[in-house]
């Protein structure tokens, strides 16, 4: 036993002198609001949401372009062949020679002057899915900060565990001198020390845990949040101390309507199927533009014998077209729009009350961990005090080694779960930021 006890010891401190020790002295003091900055410049995970965001944005451009004329230019450069001519029984054939060189030049210029809301509604929707992009990068940028704050949260959590376990272990080492001590004087059994000694051994591997845990911590932290290479997040400790909003639940649930970003993507997505039917509405009605030509060709062909000379003709009007076919083909479409319409109404509903739920959820949990807060510094005072009695009892020979062990055992849990209920508190603090859109 006390050579496993031995081997474990020197793992641990191999462990802590390579890695954990060094790990410490180069630890820079990072706050969560530097994380999200960080984040913001150089998470690699938040790059295609900015890219897709200016592809949309682009898209508005595009759309903007029917507003703009068409020109058409046309130009062509042909060999003729001769031709002929007959009666109309195809009798009394002669041949009708024709100039071989044909050209033609002809330029057109249309500007749409009414579409029915065709090209105003495309820029509308080019509109619409850019702040649709936009929120999905805020979506997204609000779970990659609440990944972070859960990768900090936990590094600021397992560091004080750590504090715990070392702390716990200090104390089993002395209670271990004293037994041995008091072996030495025949007052107590090898056995009671073997079972400190396997309390001991295991605290100390669970403190090589906790190492490791820190560890795989910080890396997801640091690259996640886009942190130089070899940087070492040393939490703020003064996060726990902040005073927090001591908000009503019916003001987080006026946050999150106005702020949540799944919302916002819904209430957009309507908007998007409305402007879609009337995109649809407008193949229904006439399109009109004014035009201006101007052409010239050659030779002149519908004259008998043809003409060896250039036509050239110009004229400006209005021109109006309409596709008859709409009037059925149309009918189908528009159905499916109103549908599609309908489901986005819908899904807004559903996200609305999925989010109130979250919320409501998130806030009960968040006056919960206050009160286990209260549990836990009770309970963390009783253990020690148990543990204090239970030790004078047995320095005093009135209490067993399982005593002394439970009490320990007792202390130890107490102590880890006062730990987990303060950062309890933060966690669920960031859990109703994140789920009203204020993170």
């Known amino acids: 036993m006390n050579n496993s006890r031995l081997l474990t010891g020197l793992l641990a401190m191999a462990l802590w002198s390579g890695g954990v020790c060094a790990a410490q002295n180069a630890a820079k003091l990072i706050t969560l609001e530097e994380i999200f900055e960080s984040a913001e410049n150089a998470a690699v995970q938040l790059r295609p949401s900015f890219t897709a965001e200016e592809e949309a944005k682009r898209e508005i451009a595009v759309a903007r372009n029917g507003l703009l004329p068409e020109i058409n230019a046309n ?107 008091r072996y030495e004087q025949g007052v107590a059994l090898q056995n009671d020390i073997t079972r400190y000694e396997l309390l001991v051994s295991n605290l100390e591997l669970q403190l090589v845990q906790i190492d490791n845990t820190l560890d795989i911590l910080n890396t997801n932290l640091v690259v996640t949040a886009g942190l130089p290479s070899g940087t070492i997040v040393q939490p703020d400790s003064t996060i726990l101390a902040r005073s927090l909003p001591a908000n009503g639940e019916q003001w987080w649930q006026q946050e999150a309507d106005r702020c949540a970003p799944s919302l916002k993507i819904a209430r957009t997505g309507v908007d998007i199927s409305r402007k879609a039917e009337d995109i649809t509405r407008a193949e229904r009605l006439p399109k009109i533009g004014i035009q201006a030509a101007w052409t010239i060709d050659g030779p002149i062909l519908v004259e008998v014998p043809p003409i060896d000379r250039n036509l050239s003709y110009w004229y400006v009007g209005v021109g109006v077209s309409y596709n008859l076919s709409s009037l059925f083909k149309t009918n189908k479409t528009m159905s499916r729009s109103k549908a599609a319409t309908l489901h986005a109404e819908q899904q807004l509903d559903a996200t609305r009350e999925n989010v109130e739920l979250a919320v409501r959820a998130d806030y009960i949990r ?74």
């Open 75 to 181: 130009m062509s450069l042909s060999y003729i062949g001769d031709g002929f001519t007959t009666k109309r029984d195809l009798s009394d054939y002669q041949k009708a020679p024709i100039p071989h060189l044909g050209t033609g030049l002809s330029l057109n210029v249309t500007q749409p002057v009414y579409t029915g809301g065709a090209v105003t509604s495309a820029i509308k929707l080019a509109e619409l899915k850019s702040t649709a992009a936009r929120y999905a990068t805020e979506l997204n940028r609000d779970n990659i900060r609440f990944r972070l704050t859960g990768f900090y949260l936990d590094l600021y959590k397992y560091s004080n565990l750590r504090s715990v376990v070392n702390a716990n272990i200090e104390r089993a080492r002395k209670v271990l001198d004293e037994m041995k001590a």
């Open 366 to 439: 968040y006056l919960e961990a206050y009160e286990e807060l209260k549990t836990r510094q009770k309970s963390v005072e009783l253990a020690q005090r148990n543990y204090r009695t239970t030790s004078t009892r047995y320095s005093a020979d009135m209490a067993l080694i399982t005593d002394m062990l439970d009490a320990a055992n007792s202390c130890l849990d107490a102590e880890q779960q006062l730990v987990n209920s303060r950062i309890n508190i933060i966690y669920y603090y960031y859990k109703l930021q994140f789920t009203s859109g204020t993170l």
